[in-house]
């Protein structure tokens, strides 16, 4: 069974204080994880695909990479407007394109 | 691009009552649509599968008769939750896949369903 844990479940840092959210996933055959940014009451914001081992991107200060057993979201010198939840989600390749979603890490950042 | 609606934003009822939710995609096609549920400090958890012009796949543990589903266009989904129950109040996500050729789904604003 396809299973995504994602940590810490909550994260605190000052403005400018770098961190990483880690996601684990084990998953029968990844057709992709998927990184979501979701603020109180809205629907997920798309941020990220990851299709491969090795595979890197980056957005403004937001960085994800992805190994075989997990995938980190790198977030630099976050400023308060980066508070949400981040969520992350695998699509196993015979899944039918359903997203199996991890229960999030929920940032805040303090000026 | 890629964005996707909800309507209502957030919808009281009456026990017994149902309710319908529309998911549009703007401005693009979306064969495949998708529909998911949030509880308070919860993840979203898919519970069914939408496909223009077919039946829905729901996930297992959904009552297709409570929750049904129809995606009679390439841009319209609608969800009708039936005799609703207080345990039944949630938020609702639906989701749109990606133009062909990527993997991606887009995400609507979420419907938050009140049933007293």
């Known amino acids: 069974e396809d299973q995504v844990t994602q940590s810490p479940e909550a994260l605190r840092l000052q403005e400018g204080e770098s961190s990483s959210l880690n996601c684990s996933y084990t998953?029968?055959?990844?057709?992709?994880l998927f990184w979501y940014r979701q603020d109180p009451g809205k629907g997920p914001e798309f941020l990220f695909t990851l299709y491969s081992a090795g595979e890197e991107k980056e957005k403004e200060r937001l960085k994800a990479t992805l190994t075989k057993k997990e995938s980190f979201l790198h977030i630099t010198a976050p400023k308060p407007e980066d508070s949400a939840t981040y969520l992350c989600a695998v699509q196993a390749a015979n899944s039918g394109y359903a997203l199996n979603f991890g229960k999030g890490t929920s940032l805040l950042v303090t000026p | 691009g890629a964005v996707v609606s909800q309507h209502p934003s957030w919808v009281i009822c009456k026990s017994g009552t149902s309710v319908k939710i529309e998911c549009r995609s703007l401005?693009?096609?979306?064969?495949?649509m998708f529909w998911y549920r949030q509880f308070p400090k919860q993840s979203l958890m898919l519970m069914a599968t939408?496909?223009?012009?077919?039946?829905?796949?729901?996930e297992q543990g959904v009552e297709k008769d409570k929750f049904l589903i129809n995606h009679a266009s390439l841009t319209l989904s609608t969800l009708t939750v039936t005799s609703a129950h207080p345990e039944d109040s949630s938020f609702y996500i639906c989701s749109a896949r990606a133009p062909t050729g990527s993997y991606e789904q887009y995400f609507g604003p979420g419907t938050r369903l009140t049933v007293t």
């Open positions: 998953v029968s055959g990844l057709r992709g």
């Open positions: 939408s496909n223009e012009g077919s039946k829905a796949t729901y």
């Open positions: 401005d693009f096609q979306a064969t495949t």
